[in-house]
């Protein structure tokens, strides 16, 4: 099993720039989240879909959108890049949403803004 | 806000030592877990502790949970190369609340 799988690895953007990061998995997941890593602040919640059909917002939303396409993809979009939407994005997925459940992480997207 | 706040930020040690990671907060969680991560790689969960004063041994890492569910510790006996790594705390607060800690970076020296 793939488990969850992020795409692109890396990317640099301009300042205003658009892209989609791409998150699949295939462990028949419910829930799906994303999350941001910064040197000494930890993962933060961007956004995460407790289920198919919804999407909520987690700690630091915006200048993101998501969309869950269906019950294993999950994408998040920048519309307009900033220098401080540089930072390391994960993915993850976890059977329900719920403080006992077990997360599954993607291998990570580096973005730099320029 | 920063709930979780983890200590040493940075550790390097030798083979062989042993170490404790420190994971502290002024909030009470419903549980805590661990993960550790590897450069290029998604954090890879260790454990749960739901229980306050709860101990889980996995091989030479132990886990606790504070009694009043407001800190934890992650103890490695005889640590090896290969536990080098980003080690992170998170904590559950409520049905839908997960908040990582600010990460502790081990490096083992052969």
């Known amino acids: 099993n793939a488990g969850v799988t992020q795409t692109p690895k890396f990317q640099v953007l301009k300042t205003g720039q658009s892209m989609t990061l791409q998150c699949a998995q295939d462990?028949?997941?419910?829930?799906m989240y994303w999350y941001r890593q910064d040197p000494g602040m930890g993962l933060r919640l961007i956004y995460y879909?407790?289920?198919?059909?919804?999407?909520d917002k987690g700690e630091v939303p915006n200048g993101y959108n998501v969309s869950r396409l269906n019950k294993r993809e999950f994408s998040l979009r920048l519309e307009s890049a900033a220098p401080s939407q540089t930072s390391v994005y994960f993915c993850?997925?976890?059977?329900?949403?719920?403080?006992?459940?077990?997360?599954?992480f993607g291998s990570g997207t580096q973005l730099s803004v320029l | 806000t920063q709930l979780l706040e983890q200590s040493p930020q940075f550790l390097s040690i030798q083979e062989g030592e042993n170490l404790t990671v420190y994971c502290n907060s002024s909030s009470v969680f419903s549980s805590l877990q661990w993960y550790r991560q590897e450069p290029g790689e998604g954090p890879v969960l260790l454990v749960t502790v739901v229980t306050g004063g709860e101990v889980k041994k996995l091989k030479r890492l132990t886990f606790q949970f504070g009694d009043a569910r407001k800190d934890s510790s992650l103890h490695i006996t005889a640590a090896q190369p290969g536990d080098t790594g980003l080690y992170l705390c998170?904590?559950?607060?409520?049905?839908?609340?997960?908040?990582f800690g600010t990460g502790t970076r081990l490096t083992v020296i052969p």
């Open positions: 879909s407790a289920s198919e059909g919804t999407t």
């Open positions: 998170a904590g559950a607060q409520g049905a839908n609340n997960l908040f």
């Open positions: 462990m028949n997941h419910n829930s």
């Open positions: 993850a997925s976890s059977r329900d949403r719920g403080f006992n459940e077990k997360l599954f």
